[in-house]
Nanobody
Framework: QVQLVESGGGLVQPGGSLRLSCAASAMYFDRYAAAWYRQAPGKERERVAYMPGQINTFYADSVKGRFTISRDDAKNFVYLDMNSLKPEDTAVYYC?????????WGQGTQVTVSS
């Protein structure tokens, strides 16, 4: 069973930055595709960043150029660096690992962008 624990959320002013971290208790962590999702109140969960391996990254149009996903396979961590934050980035952010048909989720961390 894989467990994921997110951290790093909080309240930030528009234009600010945050780094989200996701610690994973997974063997063979480097085999998993990693992603960050978010869910705002009244909206569906959406994927904002995706890293299927160790190199390539993909982003939702709404965060492209502002967010960066990365991973440290030696430490079993996934990160999401968020810059130039906007009020519409306010949501609960979830870490996701996937291998084949198996998918695992963290408990989520709240990010609020407000002045």
């Amino acid at each position: 069973q894989v467990q994921l624990v997110e951290s790093g959320g909080g309240l930030v002013q528009p234009g600010g930055s945050l780094r989200l971290s996701c610690a994973a208790s997974a063997m063979y962590f480097d085999r998993y595709a990693a992603a960050w999702y978010r869910q705002a109140p009244g909206k569906e969960r959406e994927r904002v960043a995706y890293m299927p391996g160790q190199i390539n990254t993909f982003y939702a149009d709404s965060v492209k150029g502002r967010f960066t996903i990365s991973r440290d396979d030696a430490k079993n961590f996934v990160y999401l660096d968020m810059n130039s934050l906007k009020p519409e980035d306010t949501a609960v952010y979830y870490c996701n690992l996937r291998y084949g048909q198996d998918a695992y989720w963290g408990q989520g961390t709240q990010v609020t962008v407000s002045s």
